[in-house]
């Protein structure tokens, strides 16, 4: 299929073999909704690969959480996840870290705090934060591909998601498929992740709490090209956030933000970027080696396709649009191809 535009060469990047579950084999497919365009790319995979939609679910993790915090996350985001939901006729679950990484990230001889996920029964359950060791962080997760010092991803994602498997007894002697999207030309420390394993959550050895739980990645080896290939194949309309110009969608603060997106972030958004530059000030540790958030905003420019309206897209917390786009209208966002700006 040929898409209308000329990207820039595409590098090779060495992965291992792709792997093809048998998707008709599981009683329950859970694909981690971030609302980016890996996450939407994965969910079409399942899709065009034959999983039974009526086994498929999405999980959309919560990285401010829903006690108040605003701090990380686009404000659109998940509104747009659940049209993404929606528009496939699919139930979506939302789980968080109370309090968001802002709470974790201000912790002070203090436990973690618990984690909450929603059930299919329509129950928000609250696990963990009573026992563990007391800890101090009061500092931004660090730029590294070690997940201890990297904090976000592992508390605000793959603990919360593992959690949610670990208490949900309708996981119990079934078997699960958990999706994500991490693909090998984002980093090198990517390219190493296995395209196929078992799930950290899984017992299927277990003889109290028997829980078979497998792990794909199912578009680990694809390059961008063809994450968009089947993103405008599905006439997805992609993340309010790609149109303004950003190349990778995660958090609308995140660790790994570009001078570019930091100045884009500061002219449009002040009120979303100043408390970041105020926390610098207060832990005195600055997110970058060297430079503060203001310093390496001032250093970038801020992307041509941002302006009022496609900011203000991403700066409501309402997505009203069609996801699934009529024939011949979906183009390709300005952000395609450009800054990967992402973990390392």
Not at 75 to 95: E, G, Q
Not at 98 to 114: C, F, I, S, V, W
Not at 196 to 211: K, Q, V
Request: with cysteine.
């Amino acid at each position: 299929m040929e898409l209308a535009f000329d990207p820039a060469p595409i590098p090779v990047v060495e992965h291992p073999p792709e792997i093809q579950p048998d998707l008709s084999s599981y009683d329950a497919i859970v694909v981690a909704a971030s609302g980016g365009k890996d996450s939407v790319s994965c969910l079409l995979a399942c899709i065009e690969n034959g999983a039974p939609l009526e086994r498929i679910e999405l999980w959309h993790h919560d990285v401010d959480g829903r006690e108040g915090s605003a701090l990380f996350d686009w404000p659109v985001t998940r509104s747009y996840v659940s049209a993404l939901a929606k528009a496939f006729d699919l139930p979506l679950y939302f789980s968080w870290k109370q309090g968001g990484l802002e709470r974790e990230m201000l912790r002070e001889n203090a436990r973690t705090a618990p984690i909450s996920f929603q059930t299919p029964e329509g129950e928000i359950r609250s696990v963990g934060g009573v026992s563990g060791k007391l800890g101090t962080r009061l500092q931004f997760p660090q730029v590294s591909a070690d997940l201890t010092t990297r904090f976000c991803s592992a508390y605000a994602k793959i603990d919360v998601s593992s959690a949610a498997i670990c208490n949900q007894d309708r996981f119990l002697g079934k078997k699960t498929l958990f999706v994500t999207g991490e693909r090998a030309q984002e980093s090198s420390a990517r390219a190493r992740y296995k395209t196929f394993e078992p799930h950290r959550t899984d017992r299927r050895d277990g003889t109290r709490r028997n829980r078979h739980v497998d792990h794909w990645r199912p578009i680990h080896g694809w390059d961008e090209r063809q994450v968009w290939e089947i993103i405008e194949r599905h006439r997805v309309a992609p993340h309010p956030a790609y149109d303004a110009g950003f190349g990778r969608v995660s958090c609308m603060n995140c660790i790994f933000a570009s001078p570019a997106q930091l100045s884009t972030i500061l002219k449009f958004a002040p009120h979303k970027f100043m408390p970041i530059a105020n926390y610098e000030k207060q832990f005195g540790k600055t997110i970058h080696r060297t430079l503060t958030v203001l310093e390496r905003a001032a250093k970038g420019t801020p992307y041509e396709a941002a302006n009022e309206y496609t900011m203000g897209r991403c700066l409501s917390e309402h997505f009203d649009e069609p996801i699934i786009l009529e024939p011949g209208q979906w183009r390709l966002p300005a952000g395609a191809f450009g800054e990967n700006a992402g973990p390392t």
